[in-house]
Nanobody, 123 residues
Framework: QVQLVESGGGLVQPGGSLRLSCAASGFTLDGYAIGWFCQAPGKEREGVSCITNRDSNIYYSDSVKGRFTISRDNAKNMVYLQMNSLKPEDTAVYYC????????????????WGQGTQVTVSS
């Protein structure tokens, strides 16, 4: 059974950092692109970052470029999102997704999703 589980969310003050993790089970992440998406209340789910296999291509949304870093450890079947210099507007539920070989900004193009982890940036 394919499963993705996010962790690492929480409450952090503006300017703080969090590291999100996405653990895969039931299949091997190696070979697949992994995307991170976020969804704030009342808003559509949107792409944050994506990484293809063997780090050949990495993408960031303009809003997180320079602050967030995506990485993967195929040996551990894990993907990470290091989030620095967090802002209140980063507050959202963050999801990891996979099921395709190439990155896409469209959530509808991913077949497998985790349950999400809440990130709240507030003083």
């Amino acid at each position: 059974q394919v499963q993705l589980v996010e962790s690492g969310g929480g409450l952090v003050q503006p300017g703080g950092s969090l590291r999100l993790s996405c653990a895969a089970s039931g299949f091997t992440l190696d070979g697949y692109a992994i995307g991170w998406f976020c969804q704030a209340p009342g808003k559509e789910r949107e792409g944050v970052s994506c990484i293809t296999n063997r780090d050949s291509n990495i993408y960031y949304s303009d809003s997180v470029k320079g602050r967030f870093t995506i990485s993967r450890d195929n040996a551990k079947n894990m993907v990470y999102l290091q989030m620095n210099s967090l802002k209140p507007e980063d507050t959202a539920v963050y999801y990891c997704a996979t099921g395709r070989y190439y990155c896409s900004k469209s959530p509808g193009n991913y077949g497998y999703w985790g349950q999400g982890t809440q990130v709240t940036v507030s003083s």
